[in-house]
C-alpha cells in the first residue's frame, strides 16, 4: 500500500507539472486541492502532498485567502549561479529592478562573522540588509556584512543607486577573484515573509556567499533569503 501510495503521488507531481507547463500561465489559479482530488480521483491527503512538493520546486505558491497560482517557472526563473547580479539578471529579464535598505549599521564582528571575514574579533563590520524588487515585486533578502576597514565611507544612498559589484571595483578599486557559494533550501520564518510578501513557512532558497579579492582576502559575506517561486539553482558541470 505504501509504494502505491507513492506512485500515486509521484505520477500526480508529474501530471500536474505538465499542465503547469503546457497548458498554464504564470499567476493562473489553480483548482482548490478538493477540485482537483475529484479531477484525477485522489484523496485530498494525496493531492495535498504532491502540491507541497510542487510549491518546494518552485511551481506554485500559494495566497492565504485567496489560493493556489502557477509560478513563473520558465523565461522569468532567475539562475543563482555565477558570480551572480541581482540587477544584471532583472535588467536580462527586461524587469526593473530595485533596491531598498532596510538597515545599515556599523557593529563590532563577533567570533562567527570574524571568522568568516577572516578579521579579528572586535573589527568593526558594516551590516546591510537590503530587499532586492523586481517591477515593485519583492524578490530577495540580502543580508550582507563587510569589513569596515575597507569600506568605511559607504552610504546607504550609493547602495541604492548602483549595484554593489560596481561600487567594489569602480569605488573602492577592489577586484573580485572569486566567490564561495553554498545553497539550501529552507521555509521562510514569519519577519522575512512579510517582507516578501509571500506566506510564513513558504519555501525558500537560501545562499550564504562569501566573495574574495585579488589578495584574497574576503571582502563580503552574505546571507540570502530567495522566494523559490521565483528562483532556481541550475549548474553546468562539464568533463573533458
Known amino acids: 500500500m505504501k509504494n502505491t501510495k507513492q506512485s500515486l503521488y509521484g505520477k500526480l507531481v508529474d501530471t500536474i507539472r505538465e499542465t503547469i507547463e503546457n497548458e498554464l500561465k504564470p499567476h493562473d489559479l489553480l483548482p482548490s486541492e478538493r477540485e482537483l482530488a475529484e479531477i484525477y480521483g485522489v484523496s485530498r491527503t494525496t493531492v495535498r502532498l504532491a502540491m507541497q512538493e510542487l510549491e518546494h520546486l518552485g511551481y506554485i505558491y500559494r ?3 485567496k489560493g493556489t497560482f502557477v509560478s513563473s517557472v520558465s523565461d522569468s526563473i532567475l ?3 555565477g558570480t551572480y547580479s541581482f540587477t544584471e539578471q532583472m535588467k536580462s529579464l527586461g524587469k526593473n529592478p530595485q533596491t531598498k535598505i532596510l538597515e545599515f549599521e556599523i557593529r563590532e564582528a563577533n567570533k562567527y562573522f570574524s571568522t568568516n571575514l577572516d578579521i579579528y574579533k572586535g573589527e568593526k563590520i558594516i551590516k546591510i540588509k537590503r530587499l532586492r524588487l523586481a517591477d515593485g515585486q519583492p524578490m530577495m533578502l540580502e543580508r550582507s556584512y563587510l569589513p569596515y576597514k575597507k569600506f568605511a565611507d559607504l552610504t546607504p544612498d550609493r547602495l541604492e543607486q548602483k549595484p554593489m559589484y560596481d561600487i567594489f571595483s569602480e569605488d ?15 521555509l521562510v520564518n514569519a519577519k522575512d515573509a512579510k517582507q516578501l510578501d509571500i506566506p510564513e513557512g513558504a519555501a525558500s532558497l537560501n545562499l550564504i556567499r562569501k566573495t574574495y579579492n585579488i589578495s584574497n582576502e574576503v571582502i563580503e559575506y552574505t546571507l540570502s533569503v530567495a522566494r523559490a517561486d521565483q ?3 541550475k549548474i553546468l558541470h562539464n568533463r573533458l
Not at 172 to 186: D, L, R, T
Open 79 to 81: 539562475n543563482l549561479t
Open 63 to 65: 495566497k492565504h485567502g
Open 172 to 186: 573602492y578599486k577592489e577586484k573580485i577573484k572569486y566567490a564561495e557559494e553554498e545553497f539550501y533550501a529552507s
Open 231 to 233: 528562483f532556481r539553482y
